[in-house]
């Protein structure tokens, strides 16, 4: 479902945003390479315009080894998101925790004997949004949450203080394509409903029960055109004011809730 709350366009994903710390980078050539070798959850990097000398080179044959997002910048853009000027020409945004596969998920929900419950977020950017879409879903007992690579905010630590701590407990998966992701959750028996302000069917008004992937679009411009074209079902909320879309955190929660309710509601243990 569209949301109001941003362009789409704008600072590096994680970085540059009200509330977001110095705890998701690192910087200088030796933490990133450490980190890098090490293994941990990465998800951007940022380099000089230019810088291909030393340790770069290794650190940009490693990136490329584990198929991390690269993007250079100008030098006075690094000095800009650097806590300090002695990023010697590289930047990395670092997970705040560990992602998992989509396997991972769905393996989850065979172990609780339930029917697969994901959600697929297509280019969601605000940390508060995706924030709160991880509380909402680790109330309502999702088995786990999919982004994409690109153009998506990361789990960082501004996230995670937007989930009041619901991060640590909902796994996420990161993938490189959101259409082939959804067709292997097909070939996985998983119905795919999209929200879209041009859903056939008002989301209280389809069947959402059985194995489901829920998918949410970005701000500003909901589902691409190729995950649309994914989705088995495209659903929508009824608007009855002069906004035309909802907040994605608050439309991500209605039909999550609609889907609990489908399912039939359980009685908090």
């Known amino acids: 479902m569209k949301s109001r709350t941003g362009a789409g366009t704008g600072p590096e994903p994680g970085m540059g945003r009200a509330g977001d710390s110095a705890d998701d980078r690192l910087e200088g050539r030796n933490p990133v390479l450490e980190a890098l070798r090490a293994g941990r959850p990465i998800n951007k990097l940022l380099v000089a315009e230019g810088s291909k000398d030393g340790s770069?080179?290794?650190?940009?044959?490693?990136a490329r080894e584990r198929r991390l997002v690269v993007q250079e910048v100008e030098r006075k853009r690094l000095d800009e998101l650097a806590g300090s000027r002695a990023h010697q020409g590289v930047l990395a945004l670092v997970a705040a925790k560990s992602y998992?596969?989509?396997?991972?998920?769905?393996?989850?929900?065979?172990?609780?004997?339930?029917?697969?419950?994901?959600?697929?977020?297509?280019?969601?950017?605000?940390?508060?949004?995706?924030?709160?879409?991880?509380?909402?879903?680790?109330?309502?007992?999702?088995?786990?949450?999919?982004i994409p690579r690109r153009r998506s905010v990361g789990l960082t630590a501004a996230v995670g203080k937007a989930s009041a701590g619901a991060m640590e407990y909902v796994p996420v998966a990161r993938v490189t394509n959101v259409t082939q992701t959804l067709d292997f959750l097909k070939k996985n028996g998983i119905w795919v409903a999209g929200a879209d302000l041009a859903g056939?069917?008002?989301?209280?008004?389809?069947?959402?029960?059985?194995?489901?992937?829920?998918?949410?679009?970005?701000?500003?411009?909901?589902?691409?055109?190729?995950?649309?074209?994914?989705?088995?079902?495209?659903?929508?909320?009824?608007?009855?004011?002069?906004?035309?879309?909802?907040?994605?955190?608050?439309?991500?929660?209605?039909?999550?809730?609609?889907?609990?309710?489908?399912?039939?509601?359980?009685?908090?243990v």
Not at 117 to 127: A, G, K, M, R
Not at 210 to 228: K, M, T
């Open 100 to 146: 998992v596969e989509v396997e991972d998920l769905l393996a989850g929900a065979r172990v609780k004997g339930e029917p697969p419950f994901l959600l697929v977020l297509d280019e969601l950017e605000d940390p508060q949004n995706f924030g709160s879409i991880l509380r909402t879903a680790e109330g309502a007992g999702v088995h786990g949450v999919i």
């Open 56 to 62: 770069i080179r290794e650190i940009l044959a490693l």
């Open 200 to 268: 056939e069917r008002l989301y209280y008004e389809a069947d959402l029960n059985g194995p489901l992937a829920l998918v949410i679009g970005g701000e500003g411009r909901g589902l691409g055109p190729l995950v649309r074209s994914r989705c088995d079902l495209l659903v929508r909320i009824p608007m009855f004011g002069r906004v035309s879309s909802l907040n994605a955190g608050v439309a991500a929660a209605l039909m999550i809730y609609e889907v609990v309710r489908q399912r039939g509601l359980r009685t908090p």
